[in-house]
């Protein structure tokens, strides 16, 4: 079955980097397009970036740009987001999204002092 297992999370200060991966199985990753949203407490959840299947294209949620970067390898069934220059309103829960239907159960980033 499809499982896509989010990693990488953590507590972090203001400024600061993390990289999250998402490990995905089950499915042909290559095919599919890829995507990281965030739920922040008592928010809505929102679409951070995603990647094309061959990763020709990317795009970011307006909040992250220059800050965060999508990536992935098709060889390691991987997609990883690369955070940097975090913020305190950065603190969210963070899913991956395989197509239109797969998410994983999400790794909580915190960002405070």
């Known amino acids: 079955q499809v499982q896509l297992v989010e990693s990488g999370g953590g507590l972090v200060q203001p400024g600061g980097s993390l990289r999250l991966s998402c490990a995905a199985s089950g499915f042909t990753f290559s095919s599919y397009m890829m995507s990281w949203y965030r739920q922040a407490p008592g928010k809505e959840r929102e679409l951070v970036a995603r990647i094309t299947s061959i990763g020709g294209s990317t795009n970011y949620a307006d909040s992250v740009k220059g800050r965060f970067t999508i990536s992935r390898d098709n060889a390691k069934n991987t997609v990883y987001l690369q955070m940097n220059s975090l913020k305190p309103e950065d603190t969210a829960v963070y899913y991956c999204?395989?197509?239109?239907?797969?998410w994983g159960k999400g790794t909580l980033v915190t960002v405070s002092s």
């Open positions: 999204k395989a197509g239109l239907y797969f």
